[in-house]
């Protein structure tokens, strides 16, 4: 999440870990619902992209059962 921009991180937090809703997220940082979307998409992609690279490419989350 430290390497998501501010805004998108600020935003993702807000909507997955806080559980706020999009017009909450909307009202309170004054942006569009289609705007908060658009951000949290690219949050999300970001942070797919990450835990492939660094996480399951490396093995480092393997775990065998």
Same mark, same amino acid.
């Given at each position: ?13 807000? %909507?997955?870990? &806080?559980? /706020?809703?999009?017009? +909450?997220?909307?009202?309170?940082? $004054? ?12 949050? %999300?992609?970001? &942070?797919? /992209?990450?835990?492939? +690279?660094?996480?399951?490419?490396? $093995? ?6």
């Amino acid at each position: 999440m430290t390497r998501l921009p501010e805004n998108a991180s600020r935003i993702f937090m807000m %909507r997955e870990m &806080l559980g /706020l809703e999009t017009e +909450e997220i909307c009202k309170e940082l $004054g942006i569009s619902t289609t705007n908060c979307w658009v951000v949290l998409h690219r949050a %999300r992609m970001g &942070l797919r /992209l990450c835990l492939d +690279e660094r996480w399951f490419k490396s $093995g480092g989350g393997n775990v065998e059962l």
